[in-house]
């Protein structure tokens, strides 16, 4: 049986998998044509873990349909393809230098949180920001490291922005997951540090 520890990490870790895939998902069926020729979800799901994906569309792999306004003049949902790292990153390496450094990074990643994680007691009031924080990185970038293994780009969409004259890089589910875990890490750091004083 696992422990509460180690349950959290699977529970966390799976829950980001599966909000950031289902959101991708989503963004791909309906602010793109990828799925449209799709009838069975079977289908459906094996265009949208393709390695071979449609190409040629304004730079784009898939075409765009439509963008989805949530706020006019700060923030909206629209398709966008991430070669990079997280908010575009490293997108301007070449290709034959980007997928290696993403595939050692990515791994070099999981087995580095799985072993910070193993260290925690789980039983320590004060480690409860690890606790979260080491999951929440862990599921943000086997996310995106999936998306680079199926198709060689992450499916980005949050889109925010000031009046359209400054943009933040898109960023998406995977990515939101990272940065709250790093900064519950940043937090973790410092009240351990102050505990060991």
């Known amino acids: 049986m696992l422990s509460r520890k180690y349950a959290l990490l699977v529970g966390v870790t799976l829950t980001v998998l599966a909000v950031d895939h289902l959101t991708k998902y989503t963004v791909l069926a309906e602010l793109t044509t990828a799925l449209d020729g799709d009838t069975s979800l079977s289908a459906k799901l094996s265009r949208y873990f393709s390695d071979e994906p449609q190409v040629g569309f304004d730079g784009f792999h898939y075409r765009p349909k439509r963008s989805i306004t949530l706020s006019e003049h700060f923030f909206r949902l629209r398709y966008a393809e991430n070669p990079g790292a997280a908010f575009g990153l490293f997108r301007n ?8 450094l993403f595939h050692v990074v990515s791994v070099g990643a999981v087995f580095l949180i799985g072993f910070f994680y193993t260290k925690l007691t789980g039983k320590d009031p004060q480690e409860k920001w690890a606790l979260w924080g080491l999951p929440l990185v862990l599921g943000g970038a ?3 490291y999936i998306d680079r293994l199926a198709r060689g780009f992450v499916i980005d969409f949050l889109e925010a922005h000031w009046f359209d004259k400054v943009a933040w890089p898109s960023f998406n589910v995977a990515d939101t997951a990272i940065c709250v875990g790093v900064g519950l890490l940043v937090v973790d750091s410092f009240v351990r540090k102050e505990k060991k004083r």
């Open 142 to 144: 086997v996310g995106n």
């Open 93 to 100: 390496l070449p290709e034959h230098l980007r997928g290696p």
